[in-house]
């Protein structure tokens, strides 16, 4: 097995971590590149969007190849809030020819939401990943840039 996925630079650098003064000379750059939403994302997804796009930015680990991903978490978000709004209505159990059944909308949802957890692992977003960055000092001794950027 070839063990967990590796941790990108400027993450390692957020973190503190002595893997981040070594050069890897295989490792993208990410490139400051102008991120819009796209006009099919449902508004949940754009809201989403709205939110997170900017902090990834500052923390300089979005490049143009994360776009597919980052659309992935956004979709997968307004998917969810979407078929909550289902459930909502029409409840877990619903009848079908006059016997319960589990709502469709509810096994849906549990996709969506798993999508929506593993996209935003792999984008550093998930309470998991934030631990690993969250509690690191800057040379000055005050709170890491990213500790800022998560208020």
Known sequence: ??????????RLK???????KYERQDEPDPV???????????????????RVVPDLKRMGILSNTDMTILISYCQSWGQYLEL??????DGFVIEVNGNPKKNPAAACMEE???RFIRS?????????ARTKVAGTKSKKG????????LK
């Open 142 to 149: 005050s709170v890491s840039d990213l500790r800022e950027l």
């Open 32 to 50: 400051d590149v102008s991120f819009r939403a796209p006009k099919y994302l449902n508004k949940p997804a754009r809201e989403e969007w709205d």
């Open 1 to 10: 097995m070839p063990g967990p996925a590796r941790t990108p630079t400027a």
């Open 112 to 114: 969506a939401w798993k």
């Open 14 to 20: 957020l973190t503190g971590s002595n893997k981040a």
């Open 84 to 89: 909550q709004k289902d459930i909502d209505r």
């Open 120 to 128: 935003g692992q792999e984008l550093g977003l998930t309470p998991a």
